[in-house]
């Protein structure tokens, strides 16, 4: 199994900045897309952007130029940058990874969530 766990949700005011985290451990492989996934209440989960191998970014609309997605391979790390944030961004944010995990002899591909972070921006 792999598991997420996202961190440095909370409240912050428009304006301000947040940077989330997501850990990813387990018998990983290789991770060979990242994304960051947001749902606010009444909402469907619409992706906020992705990283793929390479370095391949993609971001939606609502976050181009305000959101940047990094990674830190030697630590299975993802991480959101959020600046210049608005009310409209306040939703509960979820990452998720794809990649190849080993199962002792063999490895097997993955697909994995986090538990997700509450991001609130209000003032």
């Known amino acids: 199994q792999v598991h997420l766990v996202e961190s440095g949700g909370g409240l912050v005011q428009p304006g301000g900045s947040l940077r989330l985290s997501c850990a990813a451990s387990?018998?990983?492989?290789?991770?060979?897309?990242w994304a960051w996934y947001r749902q606010a209440p009444g909402e469907e989960r619409e992706l906020v952007g992705g990283l793929q191998t390479g370095g391949i970014t993609n971001y939606a609309e609502s976050a181009k130029g305000r959101f940047t997605i990094s990674t830190d391979n030697a630590k299975n790390t993802m991480y959101l940058q959020m600046n210049s944030l608005k009310p409209e961004d306040t939703a509960v944010y979820y990452c998720?990874?794809?990649?190849?995990?080993?199962?002792?002899?063999?490895?097997?591909?993955?697909?994995?969530w986090g538990q997700g972070t509450q991001v609130t921006i209000s003032s």
């Open positions: 387990g018998s990983i492989f290789g991770i060979n897309f």
């Open positions: 998720f990874a794809r990649g190849v995990r080993s199962t002792g002899p063999s490895v097997v591909n993955f697909d994995s």
